[in-house]
């Protein structure tokens, strides 16, 4: 198993332009998420997703889209990229969603660091 | 959403020495999860509690869930080099502490 990939690894973008994350898993996992991490911010929610069609915001979701038509994959896009958004990007996904009291662990891509010009 | 804070925001040892981080919450959790970070890697799951007062060990690294389910803990004997990382605690809907980064001095 590959687990949770992601692409690219690493992107430069202008400022105004889109681009969409890649997020692929292939453990049949119904929850997948996205994160943003910068420095000592931790990691913050962006998007999530419960299942094939069912998606939902997290902490910080503006400027982002996501959609989610299968249940492997769960691209995140960027419509009219900023300075802001300089990151490094993390897709996760776990077995069961988060909000039983035995919600299953997050199994993380290796990121994408985005950087904004 | 259950925010947790996460205390200190870095960490600095000499090998040997013990290490220790907490997760506070203002709201009863129903579980809390443990993840490290490597420089440079991805977070990776650790442990989860579940239970009011749990503890649970994985070989230097002792996890704790408060009594009242509001705060946790984990605790790193004898800290090596390898232990160098930044360690988050997730709360159920999966946000995130802003972590500890422990940094060891060989």
């Known amino acids: 198993n590959a687990g949770v990939t992601q692409t690219p690894k690493f992107q430069v973008l202008k400022t105004g332009q889109s681009m969409t994350l890649q997020c692929a898993q292939d453990?049949?996992?119904?929850?997948m998420s996205w994160y943003r991490q910068d420095p000592g911010m931790g990691l913050r929610l962006i998007h999530y997703?419960?299942?094939?069609?069912?998606?939902d915001q997290g902490e910080v979701p503006n400027g982002y889209n996501v959609s989610r038509s299968t249940t492997e994959d769960f691209p995140l896009r960027l419509l009219s990229a900023a300075p802001s958004q300089t990151s490094v990007y993390f897709c996760a996904s776990s077995y069961r969603p988060t909000y039983s009291q035995h919600n299953s662990p997050l199994h993380f891509g290796n990121g994408t660091r985005l950087t904004v010009t | 959403g259950q925010q947790v804070m996460q205390i200190p925001q870095y960490q600095h040892v000499q090998e040997g020495e013990d290490f220790t981080t907490y997760c506070n919450s203002s709201t009863t959790l129903s579980n809390i999860q443990w993840y490290k970070q490597r420089p440079g890697g991805h977070p990776v799951f650790l442990i989860q509690l579940v239970k009011s007062g749990e503890v649970k060990k994985q070989k230097r690294l002792t996890f704790q869930f408060g009594e009242a389910k509001k705060n946790s803990s984990l605790h790193i004997t004898a800290t090596q080099t390898t232990d160098v990382g930044t360690y988050f605690c997730a709360a159920i809907d999966m946000r995130f502490g802003a972590g500890t980064r422990l940094t060891v001095k060989p």
């Open positions: 997703s419960v299942g094939a069609g069912i998606t």
């Open positions: 453990m049949n996992h119904e929850y």
